[in-house]
């Protein structure tokens, strides 16, 4: 076991299984999924215009977050990551079965506070309100992101590049966990077994995640494992009926309004804000914080 | 829950991970990357005839030392690319506490040989005798790019130096000049 996990790998072979996992898998389960989800939204006579038109605003704001992703990406990957890699980063870690899945636990965690920080505060939660704020909740509606939402992961991802690991398979498994939390976007599969529910984020868990109801607020912040809630006291299971969407929900399926309701809400909120610096403080305070006037 | 439990465990979940990549990288010998052990390398020398041993061999040099310097000297390497069909001869030099290999003499499939430039191209950074890792510098399309590589000595006249950047690899044998 202990030969397996420091047995060298090589690059290519490492490359094609996340091609598999990470880019195949749209096609061999994410759009099968989703078009098993709307044959039983057409089943239960869920499937209306608002639906179809919330789906395909999800897929545009994907759009313009890939393309924000994209350049930060090529930047902060051939640029900051390489640069912390060569200059501030323990010794460079060997490709192996060991250091893969080490890097990936270690970007599902780093997932899980980037995750808990965009829900904490204010600019975070300006640009990943965006994708709770549909009030759906199918495979589409993993695909539905804020125009900041790329600048989080970067940040997180620095300290496991400075451990030693190579920024490529930093960025591979990140993707890894961007993926599997797609797949978790679903009412189909209801609650799997214990030992799953346990130690693993579950659509179930992910349903919590993205429910209105009070209880439901800032819990289940997992990417792949659950037990980091679980430890870090976010945890919450699913026991009521899950209202899907916000507090103050922005009744529009506009691809554009969707795309930029948080980013003109938190501006609007600023205006309000009296002082610069309680005008800074917004941004890292929670997203309901108000000072005392 | 704690501001403080929540950082001393996430710093508990990060060492831990952390700390099984660099055992599983650094504490874990495995023998598949290591061609020669040190005890065949010792079997060869015994078995080759004094008279063979090179004679550019620097051991005219008073400041080396057989038993750690073994890759001082000059070094051939034959390479058959579509850039470039032929050798090159580098002098690896022990500079400080690394050792730096480079460029001395270029020669074509022909045998034509043409001075070098002197360009650095390779540097050492850990050696223990049989096995090391250094620095690479490699060209592909025009660009240049430093990698990580592993050496492991075959025999004292062999070494091997072996990359693997992102699927873009080679294993290359040096041999001494």
Redo the contacts between chains.
């Keep these: 076991m202990?030969?397996f996990?420091?047995?060298?790998l090589?690059?290519?072979d490492v490359?094609h299984w996340f091609y598999i996992f990470n880019d195949l898998s749209l096609f061999y389960i994410i759009i099968p999924f989703f078009v098993l989800e709307l044959i039983r939204y057409a089943y239960l006579k869920r499937l209306d215009k608002d639906l179809v038109l919330d789906s395909i605003a999800n897929v545009i704001t994907f759009g313009g977050f890939f393309l924000i992703e994209i350049i930060l990406g090529i930047l902060a990957i051939t640029k900051v990551y390489y640069w912390v890699y060569n200059n501030i980063s323990?010794?460079?870690?060997?490709?192996?079965?060991?250091?893969v899945i080490?890097?990936v636990?270690?970007a599902d965690?780093a997932y899980y506070?980037e995750h808990r920080t965009m829900h904490r505060i204010g600019i975070g939660w300006a640009t990943h309100t965006v994708h709770h704020s549909s009030p759906h909740f199918n495979m589409s509606v993993a695909y539905r992101f804020g125009p900041l939402d790329a600048i989080m992961p970067i940040v997180f991802s620095l300290?496991i590049v400075m451990?030693?690991?190579d920024p490529?398979l930093v960025l591979l498994s990140e993707v890894f966990v961007q993926v599997f939390q797609t797949l978790l976007h679903t009412e189909i599969i209801g609650k799997l077994t214990k030992p799953i529910e346990f130690i693993f984020n579950t659509p179930s868990h992910h349903r919590v995640h993205h429910g209105s109801n009070r209880q439901y607020w800032d819990k289940n912040y997992a990417g792949i494992l659950i037990i980091?809630d679980r430890?870090?006291?976010t945890f919450e299971p699913e026991k009521e009926k899950v209202i899907y969407g916000i507090s103050q929900p922005i009744n529009s399926v506009n691809p554009i309004v969707v795309f930029f309701h948080g980013i003109s809400r938190f501006v609007k909120k600023l205006g309000q804000i009296k002082g610069f610096s309680n005008k800074l403080l917004a941004f890292v305070k929670p997203p309901d914080w108000m000072p005392k006037q | 829950?704690k501001n403080s439990t929540?950082v001393f465990?996430?710093l508990g979940?990060?060492i831990f991970?952390?700390g099984?990549?660099?055992?599983?990288?650094?504490g874990?010998d495995?023998s598949?990357?290591s061609p020669t052990p040190t005890t065949e390398t010792s079997t060869a020398t015994e078995q080759q005839p004094e008279a063979e041993v090179p004679t550019e061999k620097p051991t005219a040099n008073s400041a080396y030392n057989p038993e750690t310097d073994p890759l001082i000297g000059q070094w051939k390497v034959a390479y058959n690319t579509k850039d470039f069909k032929g050798a090159i001869v580098y002098k690896i030099k022990k500079e400080g506490k690394v050792f730096n290999a480079y460029t001395h003499q270029y020669q074509d499939e022909n045998g034509y040989a043409q001075k070098a430039e002197g360009t650095k191209t390779l540097t050492i950074t850990q050696f223990n005798g049989s096995k090391g890792k250094g620095i690479y510098s490699i060209e592909y399309e025009g660009e240049q790019y430093e990698v990580?590589c592993k050496i492991a000595l075959t025999d004292e006249n062999t070494f091997t130096l072996s990359y693997?950047?992102?699927?873009y690899?080679d294993v290359e044998t040096w041999k001494r000049q």
């Design positions: 202990i030969d996990l420091a047995k060298k090589e690059w290519l490359h323990l010794p460079h870690l060997e490709l192996n079965w060991a250091t080490c890097c636990l270690l965690f506070w300290p451990l030693g690991f490529i980091w430890m870090l006291g | 829950m929540l465990r996430s979940i990060l991970l952390a099984l990549a660099h055992l599983f990288s650094f874990v495995t598949d990357d990580d693997d950047y992102y699927g690899g």
